[in-house]
């Protein structure tokens, strides 16, 4: 303890003008790296698996490094979340595997298979206690396990892709979400834009008063910072054209509008790979991953206090737990018993 579900950092976000980071994680030092920041910053914190983390590090053993960083940092409030679940059988597996949030990813399917799918994630996961985030409207960029649209393509169209405010009403009444993905104009991964980006304000406005106490969610909010893609590109890298969403952008979604979770992956991989590639650059002849990882670790960790000042979440740890004991919910029934 006390890991926990985003009800009680939503909660507070909604109201208090900061957001809860959902960082992703695959391995030991990456999980390390997020988990030292927000101990540095007395944060809350999310930390997310996509399906491709989940075969990459295998969950039995990314659910042990997770349970290490909740008994070494018992004053943070975690919460473990399922990134980009796309059918209700991998929904089941995760909450059998302990975690304490799921979005289930319908944002591909016609608005009435959407909603179907949906109802039936939120169904089995209410039941067990576990929180469901869910998508409406589509990203652009494409990750390994996360289908999205070309990010070329996706910015000339992109009025048609982003989430409808009626729309957002009549999928929140009927399935019941806790929280919404929106397309306000972000989108996966390192190349996001050709030209400096305007996140789509009015909509998240126009989504506040059709679906008005509903906690919003933006993904593809790496800013991919100009120093970590020169660093890569100076030490052997090739990363023509990487651009992401401004960080000042970000943070006024976040400080004005009702944005409670903002999810960043591809600012840790520039980190940690950024920083690899200085080691090796610098000596050819390193060979001990200690001496790579550790520092690639130490990348993490100055990246995501950084990311948890921008969002302002910095020394809200200590609310979030009280708000946690105050609503008095047990956690999901399946924590303890994970696979
Ligand atoms: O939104 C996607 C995340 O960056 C996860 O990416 O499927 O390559 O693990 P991944
Ligand atoms: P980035 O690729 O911008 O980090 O977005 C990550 C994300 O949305 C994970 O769901
Ligand atoms: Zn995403």
Redesign the pocket.
């Known amino acids: 303890m006390p890991l926990m579900t985003t009800k009680p950092m939503f909660d507070l976000a909604y109201e208090g003008g900061f957001a809860v980071g959902a960082f992703n994680v695959n391995n030991m030092e990456i999980t390390q790296g997020i988990i030292e920041a927000c101990a540095a910053e007395s944060s809350p914190l999310i930390l997310q698996i996509s399906k491709g983390a989940r075969s990459y590090a295998n969950i039995i053993y990314l659910r042990r490094i997770i349970d290490a960083a909740v008994e070494d940092h018992p004053e943070l409030p975690i919460a473990i979340h399922c ?2 679940g796309d059918t209700v059988e991998l929904i089941k597996q995760c909450i059998a595997d302990g975690y304490t949030s799921v979005m289930i990813d319908g944002s591909h399917e016609p608005f009435e298979g959407n909603v179907a799918l949906t109802k039936q994630a939120v169904d089995a996961a209410h039941a067990e206690g576990v929180v469901v985030e869910a998508e409406l409207g589509m ?1 652009g960029g494409i990750e390994e396990d ?1 289908v999205g649209l070309d990010a070329e393509e996706y910015q000339k169209n992109i009025e048609q892709f982003l989430t409808d405010a009626d729309e957002a009403k009549t999928f929140n009444e009927q399935t019941g979400i806790d929280s919404l993905a929106v397309a306000i104009g972000t989108s ?1 991964g390192a190349y996001k834009f050709k030209h400096e980006a305007t996140l789509a304000f009015d909509r998240i406005e126009q989504i506040m008063e059709t679906c008005p106490g509903l906690p919003l969610v933006m ?2 909010s790496s800013s991919v910072p100009r120093e970590f893609i020169d660093l890569i590109n100076q030490h052997g890298g090739n990363m023509p054209n990487a651009m992401g969403v401004p960080e000042d952008q970000i943070a006024q979604a976040v400080q004005k509008y009702g944005v409670c979770k903002v ?1 960043i992956d591809t600012d840790l991989r520039l980190a940690l790979t950024a920083k690899i590639r200085e080691v090796f650059a610098n000596d050819p002849a390193e060979f001990d991953p200690r001496k790579y990882l550790g520092p690639g670790r130490d990348a993490i960790i100055k990246m995501v206090r950084r990311k948890l000042h921008m969002l302002n979440s910095a020394g809200k740890a200590e609310v979030v737990n009280q708000q946690w004991k105050k609503l008095g919910e047990p956690l999901p029934k399946a924590y303890g018993h994970a696979a």
Do not use: M
Request: charged letters at 10%.
């Open positions: 990134d980009h990203l996360v996966h993904h593809g999810n």
